[in-house]
C-alpha cells in the first residue's frame, strides 16, 4: 500500500518530469517563437503553447491516466473538475508568452497537483533562466535542488512589488489606478510578465510582493505553494468572474499592509 507520503512524493517527481517535458519543447524550438495561432490586440497565442501543454499532458497521462487536468490551452468553457480525494492537475504550459515571442527569457512551465482543492505538489521549469523549483505540501521550497526562502523586507515602503497591466476593458478594471497605488506605496513597482516567476522570485528573496487584477488559476497554482514552502503567503482576494482573479502573494510580512493598500475593490 502506498503511504500518502509516497504518493505525494509521487505527484512531486511527476510535475517535475512534466514541467521539464513542456518546458524542453519550447526550448528546444527557437525557430517557431512567433508562429502563432491567434493576435489578439495585446496578446499572442503561439503553436507551441498547445504543443508544449500536449508534451505536459504525456508525462501525466502516462502516470496518472484517471487524473483530471486544467490547463491553458483547454478549448474555451472546458473546466475540469476533480472528484473528492482524487487529483486535478494545473497546467500553464508557457507562462510569459509574449516574453517568450519576443526572445526575453523570463517564460517558465507550471504545473500543479491538486487534491481537495489543494495544491500538494508543484513545479515551475524556466529553462532559459537554468531555473527548476519545486515544492510539496509538507516539504522545503527548493530552486535546482537547493532551499529557498522569502525576504526579510517588513514594511511596504521598502519592498519590490512585481504585477501585471490588466488592461481588458471589459473586466471594468482601472490598471493604472492600480499600478499608481503601488508605485506611490512601495519602493518599486515591477511588471516582467510571467506571474509564476513573480512568485518563484519572491520565494527566493528577489523581491517581496506580488498584486494582480484578471489572472487565472493556472498562472499561480503551482508557484503560490512554491512560495508558501519558503516562507510567503498567497491569498486569492476575489474572483472576478469567467476565472479571472484579484490575487495577492507577498513574503509574509508585509503582507496586511500590501493588502490594505490593494485591496480596496476596485
Ligand atoms: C500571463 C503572465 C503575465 C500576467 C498575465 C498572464 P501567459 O500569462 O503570467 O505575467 O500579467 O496576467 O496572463 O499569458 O504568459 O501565460
Ligand atoms: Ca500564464
Given amino acids: 500500500m502506498v503511504t500518502m507520503t509516497e504518493n505525494i512524493n509521487d505527484l512531486l517527481e511527476c510535475a517535475k518530469d512534466a514541467a521539464r517535458a513542456g518546458g524542453t519543447h519550447a526550448l528546444n524550438n527557437p525557430g517557431r517563437r512567433q508562429d502563432t495561432i491567434l493576435d489578439a490586440a495585446h496578446d499572442v497565442k503561439l503553436e507551441l503553447d498547445v504543443e ?26 472546458s473546466s475540469a473538475q476533480a472528484a473528492d480525494g482524487t487529483c486535478r492537475w494545473i497546467v500553464d504550459p508557457i507562462d510569459g508568452t509574449v516574453n517568450f515571442f519576443h526572445r526575453l527569457p523570463i ?28 515544492a510539496s505540501e509538507d516539504g522545503e521550497a527548493l530552486c535546482n535542488g537547493k532551499a529557498i526562502s522569502v525576504s526579510r523586507t517588513a514594511s511596504i515602503e521598502k519592498a519590490m512589488i512585481y504585477t501585471g497591466m490588466d488592461i481588458r476593458r471589459e473586466t ?24 509564476a516567476l513573480d512568485l518563484c522570485r519572491i520565494a527566493r528573496g528577489q523581491g517581496d510582493g506580488y498584486f494582480e487584477t484578471g489572472i487565472f488559476v493556472w498562472d499561480i497554482a503551482a508557484a503560490a505553494l512554491i ?32 493588502k490594505a493598500v490593494m485591496d480596496t475593490g476596485t
Fill in 227 to 258: 512560495l508558501e514552502r519558503a516562507g510567503g503567503k498567497a491569498e486569492l482576494l476575489r474572483e472576478m468572474g469567467n476565472g479571472r482573479l484579484v490575487y495577492l502573494a507577498t513574503n509574509g510580512r508585509i503582507h496586511e499592509q500590501l
Fill in 52 to 77: 508544449c501543454q500536449e508534451r505536459v499532458l504525456e508525462v501525466i497521462r502516462s502516470r496518472f491516466p484517471d487524473h483530471s487536468i486544467l490547463g491553458e490551452e483547454d478549448k474555451p468553457g
Fill in 172 to 195: 471594468g478594471s482601472r490598471p493604472l489606478g492600480l499600478f499608481e497605488k503601488l508605485v506611490f506605496n512601495t519602493q518599486k513597482a515591477r511588471i516582467v510578465g510571467s506571474a
Fill in 107 to 134: 517564460w517558465c512551465c507550471s504545473v500543479a497537483a491538486e487534491l481537495n482543492g489543494r495544491t500538494v505538489a508543484a513545479a515551475v521549469y524556466a529553462p532559459e533562466l537554468g531555473e527548476l523549483y519545486e
